[in-house]
């Protein structure tokens, strides 16, 4: 230990036993870290990719992150294969296949709209990484680099085979929180000096919806909701719009019950995501009902784990009295609250300063 007997813990030299020799091994399964398990592996790596989770998804099946939309030209390459897949499996729905409201509404819907259903993603990641080769460890946490100068050659784990290494020529940082980069000492930007603080969502999932009322006030009511995120001309059918667009509103039902102590103060408002399967099986994720960590509760990092764990447990506590106050809106009457998601999903984290740094555009 340190003089003082309290900075610091030695740990002493040990040999560590080296799990495997890879080509390219990949930490983190998101929607970044799969794209690079499985492109590797077809053009003949050998790949293996590491999840700390028992299944692969990243924030999409682990935070409840289940949106993602724009323009079609850059729905391509294996980002357009993975949402064509999805959505024949029924896990999500291209909006390119609805039919178009255009004419009746005035509204230019998105090209392509993805709310996914997290369980199919995990089913569809595990399926195409198995098809290419990608071998995958799950349940394994990446502890730090294995470093030769200024070089790294592989990975220290940790999981219930004990403390291993991974050692490999390439090794791709798909964390999200860039921590195998920040541990090998790359050099991360500031951040911005405007006083934009990280927010971290969690998500959570309920059951008991009855979309046929929400649709029913939703049209009585058409200025309590975002522009294109109320209900369109049609019911939730799985052939417009409205069964994909989201659902984002119930202002006055929200100030109402702010001003009765009902409604968390520090929320934001009300958001649904939903796709045809989500409306067939009255089933509707929420991301966090767009809170923003930062603004409730001050400075919290994702690379933070007191303030990680801080985040989780407010998140619940939202979540749980947020069920409550929904049970006021039509159409939540019988809802109940199924699960917080596993994991919050930072909409923000360390950025590498490397040969370029992509920004808010990119």
Known sequence: MSENNADFVIEAERKIPVYKKVGVLVCGSGSAGLAAAVSAARNGADVLLVERNSYLGG???????????????????????FAVRLDERGGARLLERYKTQTAETGIQPLTYHLAIEPEEWKYLAADIAEEAGVKVLTTTWVSGPIMEGREIKG?????????????ADVVVDATGDADIAARSGAEMDKLPKSGYLIAMIPGFRMGGIDYKKIAEYAREHPDDFWPNQGVP??????????????IAGW?????????KGEFPKELTGISL????????????????AHL?????????????????????IAGRNRARKFAKFLKKIPGFEDSFLIEVSPTVGPQDSRRIIGDYVLTRKD
């Open 292 to 312: 923003s960590s930062s603004v409730a509760e001050g400075k919290r990092f994702p690379w933070n784990a007191e303030d990680v764990a801080k985040v989780e």
């Open 59 to 81: 924030q999409s099946t682990a935070a409840y992150q289940n949106w993602f939309g724009g323009p079609t030209d850059i729905l391509t390459g294996f980002a357009r294969e």
């Open 273 to 288: 995501q939903v796709n045809p399967f989500h409306i067939k099986n009255g089933i509707g994720y929420f991301v966090g």
């Open 233 to 246: 001309p049609g019911d939730f059918d799985g052939e417009n719009t409205a069964s994909i667009q989201g």
């Open 155 to 167: 990975v220290i784990i940790e999981n219930k085979s004990g403390r291993q290494a991974i050692l």
């Open 251 to 259: 202002f006055s039902l929200v100030r109402e019950g702010k001003e």
